[in-house]
């Protein structure tokens, strides 16, 4: 059973940053399209930012400009670089295989205070 682990969320004020990364028990990373999604208290779970296996990205309008998603295959991980954060941002977030996505992990909590 595949297991993806989330990590470096955390509490910051507005207008920091926060890395996030993504590690997955196997290799199963590359070849693969990776998003990262995120999901706030009483909300759907959104896409935020895609990246394929080649390495093109994409980004919701709400974090284009802030937010960086790179991985390393290698490492078999996963990254999200946010910038500039803002009270909106908060939730928690997920990553996971963009298509056929496998079980969700637990996330990691994201808090932007104001």
């Known amino acids: 059973q595949v297991q993806l682990v989330e990590s470096g969320g955390g509490l910051v004020q507005a207008g920091g940053s926060l890395r996030l990364s993504c590690a997955a028990s196997g290799k199963i990373f590359s070849g693969n399209a990776m998003g990262w999604y995120r999901q706030a208290p009483g909300k759907q779970r959104d896409l935020v930012a895609a990246?394929?296996?080649?390495?093109?990205?994409d980004y919701a309008d709400s974090v284009k400009g802030r937010f960086t998603i790179s991985r390393d295959n290698a490492k078999n991980t996963v990254y999200l670089q946010m910038n500039s954060l803002k009270a909106e941002d908060t939730a928690v977030y997920y990553c996971?295989?963009?298509?056929?996505?496998?079980?969700w992990g637990q996330g990691t909590q994201v808090t932007v205070s104001s």
């Open positions: 996971n295989k963009r298509i056929y996505p496998f079980p």
């Open positions: 990246i394929t296996s080649g390495g093109s990205t």
